[in-house]
């Protein structure tokens, strides 16, 4: 659990703070990355998979208490997300840049798959918006993600 | 724990979501409400001076008529009408997180907003309140599969459910339920019934486009237009409960053309005569009368109407001219 810094932790919080500064604060929505699900699909690496599922819990109440009804949805997705990111450590290393970007790009891709199911949205407009407009927004955040930590990781 | 809040019942599940509301994403929904209010400085000049110019024409209709009604409802001694108030906010739409048809309003329980409350734009329906905060409410719209209304051709003589449908893509409205003898019209404008108590009656809220197709024997359904595109829901009232009394206000007040002192003094209402007794006004100055509810006949005083002094008309602003 303190293989990072505590420069990594503060890195993390700064992407939660912009992500709610920026959709919602600022009002960007979409045109922001989603990086509430970057900065945790970063820090899940770190953690065991207890904690990290407790994280996602957590980040997920935080997340959906914007949307009413749907409060669930989200703690559920980033609580699963949340055990398999600490698992996914076993099978690369930070430094692998390609396949940290493929895995910011499926775990936001299978955020939107279960928060959808969660709802029962993805029978009303879902199947549509999970094969066209998903995919786009998961390779937006993996590329801010990507970003991000290549900053973070410069100035660690 | 996540899959219990799934199943949890809504109260609870909002009662957390309202929590973490207003106290960890407080500081966020703050500079939110500050977003809008900046983003709204900014609007269009053109579509707001249209905008004023089109109700300036409507109050100038109006204001005439408002005035004959309340002499001839005085003089069949009828009691007055009750119009409601109405709290004017802007939509939020909610970020992402499957949030089609849910919103933000800029306006909450602090301005008078009431769960429930009915929420129009200038060219009709859009929805109504579902959860109301401090500062802040959320609101379902017409494309929201939990929106239903019960619904009426103007002329009150076809009456119906309305519910959301995504047809070829686009998000639109059908009428379910109207009886099989009768054929509507496309063009055909489409209100609120009144019916169930959840709006108000006579709200517009689209055009028939055609037939569904698909009926049953004993019935037809219309696909309808609503007048309210999403892009239109910006700027919106969200209706309260009605005044208890106009206090001598009138049109002509709120268009400063006759001074309060030279008001007619309408009579008061007799108390347990209202059908919102008991019922408190919305908090809130934002509060403003808007157009009457016809309220039941009862007799009163009939009053005599004092002499109203003839003063020229004060235009409020410049009239746009047509281009």
Known sequence: ?156 | MALLLIYVPNTYREQLARGVRETVLRPVLALQRGTVERQALFADPVQLRAERDSLAAFLVGQAGVSAENRQLRELLGLRQRLPPSFVPAEIVRIPGRVSEGYFELTAGRDQGVTPGASIVAAQGLVGRVREVDGAVAFGIDWMNTEFRSSAMTVDGEVYGILEPRRIGGEALLVLTGTPRHVELDAGTMIVTSGHGGVFPRGIPIGTVIGPEGGEAEWQRNYVVRPLVSPAEMAYVLVLGEPERSLEGRDLALAWGIRPDTAAPQIPEVPPGSSGVDGEEEPAGGGAVTQSPEPAEPQLARPAALPPQPRQGLRLLGEVARPQ
């Open chain 1, 1 to 156: 659990m303190n293989r990072v810094g505590w420069g990594f932790w503060v890195f993390v919080a700064l992407l939660i703070a912009l992500h709610f500064l920026l959709r919602v604060g600022l009002g960007y929505e979409q045109l922001a990355p989603d990086l509430l699900v970057v900065a945790f699909l970063l820090a899940a690496r770190q953690l065991p998979a207890g904690y990290a599922s407790g994280l996602g819990l957590l980040l997920g109440i935080l997340d959906g208490a914007l949307v009413p009804y749907a409060l669930g949805a989200s703690a559920l997705a980033l609580t699963v997300l949340g055990f398999l990111g600490a698992r996914s450590r076993e099978l690369f290393a930070d430094d692998n840049y390609l396949l940290l970007a493929i895995y910011l790009f499926v775990g936001k891709w299978t955020f939107d798959l279960i928060v959808f199911l969660a709802t029962g949205e993805v029978f009303r407009a879902g199947a549509g918006y999970l094969l066209l407009v998903s995919p786009l927004t998961a390779l937006y955040a993996a590329a801010a993600g990507l970003i991000g930590f290549t900053v973070y990781r410069a100035f660690a």
